[in-house]
Each structure stands twice: as C-alpha cells, then as structure tokens.
C-alpha cells in the first residue's frame, strides 16, 4: 500500500460482484480497509499501464511488433523457464 501521501476523497461506482469481491477479501484481512484496497488495486493497474508504455515504445525503437518466428522462439524460450513457487 502507498503510504505518507496525501490522500483525496473520491466516489466510484462498481458492478455489484466486483464490490463483493472486494468486501469479502476485506473481510478476509487481504487490505485494512476497502479504501486500501482500492488504492492497491488502481497502484496496481497504473503500474501495469506504465509498463505497457514502456513496452510499446521499446518495440518502436526496435522496429515493431514482433513477428511469428519471433513468438514462436520466445514461447518456446519461456516455456523452459522454471516456473517460481507461487505459481506450483
């Protein structure tokens, strides 16, 4: 969680499921607060975004877009990898 920032008072709206979602991993202890997991959800999408920012531009400088072969040979390259414990 984001800690030492100022924080801002805002209303969402959200598809009913999605908010017991979050009401129940609350409950569970997964984040103190619905604000908090609120804030590590969208910590989390922005973060995703700036990496596919920077994703997009790497493959401009570099000419694009990869091509099948490519793909293919880092499917395959990625398949070898160990998988770590968390995802067993």
């Known amino acids: 969680m984001i800690t030492g ?4 008072k805002i209303a969402v709206s959200l598809p009913e499921e999605v908010l017991r979602r979050a009401q129940r991993a609350v409950r569970r202890g997964r984040a103190p607060s619905m ?6 959800a969208l910590e989390q999408k922005s973060k995703g975004d700036d990496l596919e ?3 997009d531009e ?11 072969k490519e793909r293919q ?6 398949r070898k ?5 968390r995802a067993r």
């Open 35 to 40: 604000s908090a997991y609120v804030a590590e």
């Open 53 to 55: 920012e920077l994703l």
């Open 73 to 78: 040979w880092a499917d395959r390259v990625l």
């Open 58 to 68: 790497m493959l401009e400088e570099t000419g694009g877009p990869l091509t099948a």
């Open 81 to 85: 990898r160990p998988r770590s414990r």
């Open 5 to 8: 920032m100022t924080t801002a």
